[in-house]
């Protein structure tokens, strides 16, 4: 049974820094994309960054670009996404996935395995 549990989330003002992980279990990483998505109140998901099977990051868009770095540790099975100079429109749930379908790791659709979402708040 594959599980995704993230944690790390906490409240922070801007500026500050969060390192948000992902405990992964119950899956191989070489067979699977692993990315990191928010959503904040009243707006759609937002897909940030993933890394593909061989390794490869990608950004999603430019919204954390050059703030946040998604990483990998194979022993430790977790992912990771580290978000320095934090902004209040940061202010989401931040989500890990885990995907196979080998479809646009920016979609939502190409992923099988969502975690329950660790709360991140920047305050001004």
């Known amino acids: 049974q594959v599980q995704l549990v993230e944690s790390g989330g906490g409240s922070v003002q801007a500026g500050g820094s969060l390192r948000l992980s992902c405990a992964a279990s119950?899956?191989?990483?070489?067979?699977?994309?692993m990315g990191w998505f928010r959503q904040a109140p009243g707006k759609e998901r937002e897909a940030l960054t993933f890394?593909?099977?061989?390794?490869?990051?990608?950004f999603c868009g430019d919204s954390v670009k050059g703030r946040f770095t998604i990483s990998l540790d194979n022993a430790k099975k977790t992912l990771y996404l580290q978000m320095n100079s934090l902004k209040p429109e940061d202010t989401a749930m931040y989500y890990c996935a885990a995907g196979s379908k080998g479809i646009n790791g920016c979609r939502g659709l190409a992923y099988d395995y969502w975690g329950q979402g660790t709360q991140v708040t920047v305050s001004s």
């Open positions: 119950g899956l191989t990483y070489s067979t699977y994309y």
């Open positions: 890394i593909g099977t061989g390794g490869g990051r990608v």
